[in-house]
């Protein structure tokens, strides 16, 4: 760690969180070079929704690569390309009845939000984006204007213009609905808020702390986004390609977007693969208006096609992720409720935050559990609520240990650093 720590840049992150050597990993489990096995709940952040080394979507990979088909050309026509998108559309949006153009944008979500919030922009001839609180979007310029975080804000050097924010549900506690004051302040020609170009939200908001939207919330603002004449984006790069439950985050309040966002997972397999998914009548672009060298990556069109086809032709798998998520929620409550004050646990489908109140008992935690062995991260304000993305595909077993780890590293944590006493 010492050389590594010498030769790579401050800003690294995870290194620090999980200071070890990772040489192999497979399914939900990760080898270290010193021999540990460490049971991985972070998931590449979202992006191994289906594991570590998916061996049936590895055989697609190497499939490809033996032939000498095309990687990288740009964003010429390939049938990878093909392949992909008769897929997607037939597996996921006609079984939705949803319609959507594809736009391959560059490799990152931070890309795909720059492309959504540039094509809004151009679509309206509006500059101001709806954002919401505690929202997170990426860190390039565009969407760090747009994500809430001041830690990430203030990195940027610059001052960050074009975005209005906006309080997100329950921001202002369970009893206000914050869409009726969105509402108002936004038709008030007087409220001295712009009219904007799109609305940008997360059904879930992941690095927010696990903040989840009701259905009705959400229903209110694609319907103000729509009487405003704005583009209703829904950013779906954490919580989208099943993390839910179902494929779409937003499928179970019924929305139709006019742009869909989705990144991490996309690609089944851990390589960059971003999309914006965009309503015929918003597709306005000019022929190379929005370019970039490593759109549409060949080898992950071909790792999406297959995860595809493996776990979404039926119900079979997502039914399975709410049914592991069901069982997730119960045993997080379960440690909540030994605790006298009972910590918040808040989320969906296979997507969990365990709000600790306190970032030093987060944080103490995350440290302990990696220690007995488990991979969690934390997330919200200070950092004071651990985060649960573990593989879609994790077997019972494996989640079963990897919950007691942190119940046991709870325990420990809060012996030491109280205040909160455990419950007989």
């Known amino acids: 760690m010492q050389a590594l720590e010498a030769l790579e840049s401050n800003v690294r992150l995870y290194s620090r969180s999980f200071p070890t050597f990772f040489s192999r ?15 991985d709940f972070l998931s590449g952040a979202g992006a191994l929704n289906y594991g570590h080394n998916n061996h049936q979507i590895k055989a697609a990979i190497t499939d490809y690569l033996a032939s000498d088909a095309v990687v990288h050309g740009l964003d010429v026509a390939t049938p990878a390309k093909l392949e992909f998108m008769e897929t997607f559309s037939s597996v996921i949006l006609q079984k939705r009845g949803l319609s959507y153009r594809f736009q391959f944008t560059g490799p990152t979500g931070a890309n795909a939000i720059e492309a959504a919030l540039k094509l809004s922009r151009k679509i309206t001839g509006r500059e101001n984006i709806i954002s919401f609180t505690r929202g997170y979007h990426g860190l390039s310029l565009g969407a760090v204007a747009a994500t809430g975080n001041r830690f990430y804000r203030e990195a940027s050097g610059v001052s960050l213009p074009g975005v209005t924010f906006m309080p997100y549900d329950g921001y202002l506690g369970q ?3 914050t869409a009726d004051y969105i509402r108002k302040i936004l038709l008030d020609k007087s409220s001295g808020i712009d009219l904007p170009a799109a609305v940008l939200v997360e059904t879930i908001q992941g690095e927010g702390g696990i903040n989840v939207a009701r259905n009705e919330w959400l229903q209110s603002i694609q319907d103000i986004a729509k009487d405003l004449g704005a583009v209703f984006i829904v950013d779906d790069v954490q919580m989208g390609c099943g993390r839910t439950g179902e494929f779409f985050s937003f499928e179970f309040a019924g929305l139709s977007p006019d742009v869909v966002v989705l990144s991490k997972s996309l690609s089944g397999y851990g390589l960059p ?41 039926d119900q079979t798998f997502s039914q399975g992720v709410q049914r592991t998520g069901e069982f997730m929620h119960r045993r997080l409550e379960a440690i909540s409720l030994k605790c006298r004050n009972r910590f918040a646990v808040r989320g969906r489908g296979m997507a969990f935050g365990f709000d600790c109140q306190m970032a030093e008992i987060a944080g103490e935690t995350a440290r302990t559990a990696f220690e007995k062995g488990l991979i969690i991260e934390r997330c919200g304000p200070l950092n004071r609520v651990v985060k ?22 709870l325990a420990e944590t809060l012996k030491q650093i109280g205040p909160v006493e455990l419950q007989d």
């Open 175 to 177: 009893s206000v609905d």
């Open 273 to 313: 693969l971003s999309v914006l998914l965009i309503k015929e009548e918003v597709d306005a672009w000019q022929p190379g208006e929005h370019t970039g060298t490593f759109r549409g990556n060949n080898l992950a069109l071909v790792s999406a096609t297959a995860a595809l086809n493996l776990y979404w032709r």
């Open 25 to 39: 990993a497979r399914g939900s489990i990760m080898l270290t070079e010193d021999g540990r096995t460490v049971i």
């Open 388 to 409: 649960f993305l573990p593989a879609l595909t994790i077997d019972f077993e494996t989640l079963s240990h990897g919950l007691d780890i942190f119940e046991e590293s």
